[in-house]
Structure formats: C-alpha cells, structure tokens
C-alpha cells in the first residue's frame, strides 16, 4: 500500500511538470492622442489677396492716341506725377487757331474803341449824330464780348493741352495699365489704375450659402499663405449683394486690425473663418468602437502603460470624426489606433509617432 501511494505521487508531479505557464500577453503598440475641447468652430478656409480700399481708374479729359508711358505697374507715384503723355498736335493745333482768333479780335477792339471815342468826340462838339454815336458803342460792347470769348477759348484751349498729360491726384501705387502706347483712347477711357496703398484691406470670394447664414461673432484670421506666423484678424466691410453667375460666390472686404509690414498690395493671404461654440470632444472615428451595441473608447495609462475600456455617447459622427457629449474630460489620453484588439488591464507600447 505504501508503494502504490509513493507511485501515485510520482504520477503527480510528472503530470504537474509536464503543465507548460500560459504565455504573457503581448505588448501592442498603439497610437494615441491628448483629449482637447474644442470652443470655435471652423467654417471654412479661403484664398485671397490685399488689396487697396481706394483705388482709381484714371483716364485723359481729352481724346487722342497714347505717345508714351512714363511709368510700369508696380510703381510708387508722388502727387502730381506724370503717367502717360498724349499725342500733342491736335490740342497745340487747336490753341494756334484760338490764339489766332484772340488777335483778330483784339484788333476789332481797338478799331471799336477808336471809333467810340471819334463819335463821342463829334457827338460832344455838336456835329455828330446820336444814332452813329449809339451804333458805336454798341459795336463796342458786342467786340468786348467776342474779345472775352476769343480769351475763354485760349484758356481752354491751353487746358485741352494740358490735359494731354495725365498727372496723379494722389500719391499711390499703379496696379494695372488697361491701354498701351500707341492706341486711341476716347476722353475718360480708363487707362491706368492707381491705388492708395496707405490702407490695406483681405478680399477674398465665399459661397453664396455661407455668406447668407454667417453668425455675429464670426472671427476672420488673415494668414500669409508663404509664412502663415505673419497674421492678424479682421471684420467685414463690405459683401456683394449680388453672387457672382459663373462661380456662385459673393465677394468680401475684411478691414484688417492690423497691418503688418509683409502685408503689401498683391499678398496671397489665407483666411479661416470660425466660430465661438459651447466647449466640445471630437475624437477620431478609429478611436471608437462598437461592443454589444455600446460605444466605447480605450483610455491609456501613462504611467503604468495599459489600457482601460470606457463607454461614451456620441452626439453626431461624420466621415472622419465624431462628436461626444460626455465620457471623457480634456487632458485624459485615449488610444486612437489598434483599438479592437486590445483587452483590459493590457500592456501596450506607445507608438514613436503618437502625438504626447
């Protein structure tokens, strides 16, 4: 009896021996990401350019063909700076013929004045006529008049020259030529455009729906598209009424809070409309999973690296992201890549590329 208990002990421990440990589960690398709540809502992103607020399309008083163009676009112009020079001989051709007929008349005048005064001479000595000496006089008068005529059409006839050249009104920047040396241009065809490049406003294009519905507090974020860092905000000036036929969109005018010194006239300039909304969670759609009809995220432990489930409730969800009213709380990390294949309490290895 007492070797058959011996044998079975034996049997025992050999079998005991014979049990291999369960492996240890394995450790999953994960992504993850730092929960934020969100209090703007971004409304959209829009390519735009600065441009002057007064700018002026300016042309000659007087037709005529274009003879040279003293400037290029992208210059910076003084007051009263030359731009473009007609071709002079019709308006000297024309001041010749005025002078002309300034001297003609002049001398009618003073054939009139020596006539008056021989009748007024003959009148006060008895032997000339009141009728002749009441023609002279008139004639007079009539010749005073085409006398201060012939002078009105020198003076114009000088401006008509003058008028030839096209000055500034205003210091500023020539943007665009819309006419070359060598055409014929009519009086007020516009030819140059000239902006004041003292104040700077975004102008960029939005679709007609949304410049229909924009909030009151929308914020605009004015942004160089070559170096995003030189910003600024703005608010709207101005928004067409009318929407453009062929794109659907109405342009606005955003008057900057500031200007910087990189903002010049031409800047390709980005702008991000956003809102101020009630504080949010949206986290990635490959953050959720779905276990017997629950939603449920993996929270990570920094410090001892597992993971735990917990269950949220989603709000909305679109293509890429879903909205949650509860269940987590900012600065809280979730894993938000490999999530069906983990367990409770499990070891994981965060991955190098994982935003901390």
Not at 104 to 110: C, D, M, Y
Request: aromatic share 2%; glycine share 6%.
């Amino acid at each position: 009896m007492k070797q058959l208990t011996v044998v079975l002990a034996a049997s025992l421990l050999l079998v005991a021996c014979s049990k291999e440990e369960p492996p240890p589960e394995p450790v999953r690398p994960v992504l993850s990401m730092e929960v934020r709540s969100e209090d703007q809502e971004t409304l959209g992103r829009f390519a735009g350019t600065l441009q002057a607020r007064y700018e002026s399309n300016l042309g000659f008083r007087v037709p005529g063909r274009i003879a040279r163009r003293a400037v290029d676009v992208g210059a910076e112009v003084e007051k009263g700076a030359l731009l473009a020079v007609l071709d002079p001989t019709d308006q000297q051709n024309q001041l010749r013929a005025a002078q002309g007929d300034l001297a003609r008349v002049q001398a009618q005048f003073i054939n009139a004045q020596a006539n008056a005064r021989r009748q007024q001479e003959l009148f006060n000595r008895g032997v000339g006529a009141q009728a002749q000496l009441d023609v002279a006089l008139t004639d007079l008068k009539t010749t005073q008049a085409s006398l201060d005529q012939a002078k009105a059409s020198v003076n114009q006839a000088k401006d008509q020259l003058n008028y030839a050249e096209l000055r500034t009104d205003h210091a500023g920047i020539v943007t665009a030529w819309n006419a070359e040396a060598g055409q014929v241009v009519s009086a007020g065809q516009q030819v140059v455009t000239l902006a004041r490049p003292d104040i700077k406003e975004a102008v960029i294009d939005l679709p007609a729906g949304l410049a229909e519905r924009l909030p009151s507090d929308v914020v605009f974020l004015v942004a160089g598209q070559l170096d995003p860092s030189v910003n600024t905000t703005a608010t709207v000036r101005e928004i067409e009424p009318q929407a453009q036929s062929a794109t659907r969109t109405r342009r606005a005018r955003l008057t900057l809070a500031e200007t910087p010194a990189a903002f010049r006239l031409g800047t390709a300039i980005s702008v991000t409309l956003s809102s101020a909304i009630a504080p949010r969670i949206e986290l990635p759609l490959s953050a959720l999973q779905q276990v017997d009809g629950k939603t449920r995220i993996w929270m990570l432990d920094t410090q001892s690296q597992t993971v735990q489930p917990r269950d949220v409730s989603v709000i909305s969800r679109d293509a890429d992201s879903a909205l949650l009213s509860g269940g987590v709380k900012p600065g809280e990390r979730i894993v938000t890549a490999g999530v069906n294949s983990l367990k409770p309490g499990q070891k994981v290895k965060i991955d190098e590329d994982s935003p901390r």
